[in-house]
């Protein structure tokens, strides 16, 4: 009677784990980190001149599928998540993107230098204060990373 009631939990146990997993979608090809390595404080406006703070952190893209990614098509379709709004990149300024080096295959990794400056973000987002920012290319999205901007 034990063995009975033993397989008869465990199958409703099993069956309750496969209808909650989500086996329609594949895993995403792609990984986005944010490499942030303590919280920090920066100015309201950052001098464009000055990549120590406009440059504050860097953002690494691992390659997890099987298959070659386009990354220049990938970086030119990089945008960031400010607090919960989704801003896209100011083509004034220089925009993400390779020239050179080898293709992104499965398994390999970009590491570029990362500003959340370097995005469209309104003037009244960039208040002084806490705020959580993450980056987002496709459907793939960043860690948040929380920052604290001065008066």
Known sequence: MKIKTFLSTLCVVLLAMVSFADIS?????????????????????????????????????????????????????????????????????????RSDGPAFEAGGTIEIPFSPFDFLISQDALTPGWHSVSAKAGDAESNKVSFRILK
Not at 37 to 65: C, H, K, M
């Open 25 to 97: 979608k594949p895993p995403k090809p792609l990984e986005i980190v944010l490499v942030f390595e303590s919280t920090a404080s920066y100015p309201t406006n950052p001098p464009t001149t000055d990549p120590a703070v406009r440059r504050w952190t860097q953002i690494l893209f691992r390659n997890v599928g099987e298959k070659t990614i386009n990354d220049n098509e990938m970086l030119s379709g990089l945008t960031i998540v400010w607090d919960g709004k989704e801003y896209k990149q100011d083509t004034k300024l220089r925009r993400y993107g």
